[in-house]
């Protein structure tokens, strides 16, 4: 990770603001954390490098699509001027804002609905980061993006991902490159998996 700005967002940025209480402990570990509902807050790490592909300058309107406890919704508000992050469970959704105005940060709006949709009224964005795997990128979510906008996300059925960077071009989104490879929740929603036993 060379991307200077990044890194500034990740030193001021707690993490353990951001976990349950009893994992405050593993938030200054480089790994996963589990929330509830089986989901987990990804690890710094593998979060820096999403964010940092996204190539943002800081005038952005940008799109999460899984906001968990708001972690890497934080580190988004940080480099952007506007993020909108949709949470498929109320719970989370409620704690991920508790947890954003804890820290002062008043450019997110955090959303409950089916992520896989996207969030039409406040569109379009200039960046989506999808925080769930699929192995297609929900059409709704190419349709938001501006043209020249990027757009990351986990490729794969969950549990053994490429994590892809994408453009949105003039005829339909491009990869561009593989971040990394992962193991990722699984997206849920209309336009992912089915949301059952969940």
Same mark, same amino acid.
């Given at each position: 990770?060379?991307?200077?700005?990044?890194?500034?967002?990740? /030193?001021?940025?707690?993490? *353990?603001?951001?976990?349950?209480?009893?994992?405050?402990?593993?938030?200054?570990?480089?790994?996963?954390? $589990?929330?509830?509902? !089986?989901? &987990?807050?990804?690890? =710094?790490?593998?979060? *820096?490098?999403?964010?940092?592909?996204?190539?943002?300058?800081?005038?952005?309107?940008?799109?999460? &699509?899984?906001?968990?406890? !708001?972690?890497?919704?934080?580190?988004?508000? %940080?480099?952007?001027?506007?993020?909108?992050?949709?949470?498929?469970?109320? @719970?989370?959704? @409620?704690?991920?804002? /508790?947890?954003?105005?804890?820290?002062?940060?008043?450019? &997110?709006?955090?959303? &409950?609905?089916? !992520?896989?949709?996207? *969030? $039409?009224?406040?569109?379009?964005?200039?960046?989506?980061?999808?925080?769930?795997?699929? $192995?297609?990128? #929900? =059409?709704?979510?190419?349709?938001?993006?501006?043209? %020249?906008?990027?757009?990351?996300? #986990?490729?794969? =059925? %969950?549990?053994?991902?490429?994590?892809?960077?994408?453009?949105?071009?003039?005829?339909?989104? /491009?990869?561009?490159?593989?971040?990394?490879?992962?193991?990722?929740?699984?997206?849920? !929603?209309?336009?992912?998996?089915? $949301?059952? %036993?969940?």
């Amino acid at each position: 990770m060379t991307d200077d700005r990044v890194l500034e967002v990740i /030193r001021r940025t707690s993490r *353990a603001a951001f976990v349950p209480e009893d994992q405050v402990a593993a938030a200054y570990i480089d790994e996963p954390v $589990p929330i509830p509902h !089986g989901q &987990v807050t990804t690890q =710094p790490s593998l979060s *820096a490098t999403m964010v940092a592909a996204l190539g943002l300058s800081g005038v952005e309107r940008v799109l999460e &699509v899984g906001t968990g406890h !708001g972690y890497q919704t934080a580190l988004l508000a %940080g480099l952007a001027a506007e993020v909108v992050s949709v949470e498929l469970w109320a @719970d989370l959704a @409620d704690q991920a804002r /508790r947890n954003l105005t804890a820290q002062g940060l008043r450019n &997110v709006t955090v959303l &409950v609905g089916d !992520g896989t949709e996207g *969030a $039409p009224a406040h569109a379009p964005y200039d960046a989506v980061l999808v925080s769930a795997a699929f $192995p297609q990128v #929900p =059409p709704p979510l190419i349709e938001q993006l501006r043209v %020249g906008g990027r757009l990351v996300q #986990p490729i794969g =059925p %969950g549990g053994q991902e490429e994590v892809v960077l994408h453009e949105r071009r003039r005829e339909g989104l /491009r990869q561009l490159r593989l971040l990394s490879l992962a193991h990722f929740v699984r997206l849920y !929603g209309r336009y992912g998996f089915p $949301p059952t %036993g969940t």
